[in-house]
């Protein structure tokens, strides 16, 4: 007991130390790893980047198979319903080194641009036309409409947009090759994060006025 927590806190510390300096997340060490409840719930260590472990024998087949995302999840005012699966939905994926996304778009509905800083993304159109892209960092932008089917990859770090330009709703998979990719969204970390207005006025050549109504459209309270 004692040797399998001290084992398991060995494994974390050295998860962390490898996530700061690695360009992609540390390689697992064993087949699996369940995250273990003993260390309290999923959600209250989710900080820890490499969750510890159970014991292997304790791992069950559902630990390796998620049913959350058979629809389409709340919807944002931008017509955007995501489902982020990650190791605090999804037990299994913890330590693989990936993760994964449902999002669905209304007839019109964005995904405002926005980045992971830690992930690549593949994005695979499961059902209908989306106007999709991203911008290099030279900001020159790569876009075009994607159809049923097709996929489009954005690299990591980059900031990418999506669209729905059809008739019907879109559904489309992500996947990442990080278990924990971040998402920043341009808007909300812009207006919405407490950046002082005065600097925001003279970067964008906006009124306080203006700039107070792009604060209250992207508080993170009402943002989602
Ligand atoms: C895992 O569980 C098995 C069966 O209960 C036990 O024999 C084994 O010692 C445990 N392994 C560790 C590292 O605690
Ligand atoms: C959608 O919202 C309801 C009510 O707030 C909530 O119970 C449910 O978990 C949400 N669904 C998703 C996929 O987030």
Redesign the pocket.
Known sequence: MFRNFFTNCLLVIFSLQCATTSASDPDPVQDYCIPNPRFGSIRSISHLLILPCKNSTEATDDDFIFS??KQA??FSDTGL?S?PVNPTVFPGLNTLGMSFVRADLKVGGINPPHFHPRATEIAYVVQGSVYSGFVDSTNRVFAAIIEQGEVMVYPRGLVHFQMNVGKKPATIFGSFNSQSPGLQKIPSAVFGSGINEELLEKAFGLSSKQIGKMRRRFDPERSN
């Open positions: 959350g995302m999840g709340n319903a489902i």
